[in-house]
Nanobody, 116 residues
């Protein structure tokens, strides 16, 4: 069974940092794109960043470019999101996701709260 488990969220002051982890099981990172999404209260879920496990190429939303860094330890089936210079508008539940075998899989998310 494919599963994603996010961790590393918490409460941090503006300007602070957090590192999120996404541990995957039930498949190997041979050739998949793993993405981080977030959803703030009252807003739609939005894409934050993603990484290709085969090429290592990355993508960032404009709102986080230069502040967030995605990386992967594919031998450990884990993807990370280093978040620096956090802003109150980064407050959201953060989810990791991948499309495997034609199906979208999501973790349960980890809460990130940035106080001003």
């Amino acid at each position: 069974e494919v599963q994603f488990v996010e961790s590393g969220g918490g409460l941090v002051q503006a300007g602070g940092s957090l590192r999120l982890s996404c541990a995957a099981s039930g498949f190997t990172f041979d050739d998949y794109t793993i993405g981080w999404f977030r959803q703030a209260p009252g807003k739609e879920r939005e894409g934050v960043s993603c990484i290709s496990s085969s090429e290592g190429s990355t993508y960032y939303a404009d709102s986080v470019k230069g502040r967030f860094t995605i990386s992967g330890d594919f031998a450990k089936n884990t993807v990370y999101l280093q978040m620096n210079s956090l802003k109150p508008e980064d407050t959201a539940v953060y989810y990791c996701n991948s499309r495997i075998g034609g199906m979208n899989y999501w973790g349960k998310g980890t809460q990130v709260t940035v106080s001003s």
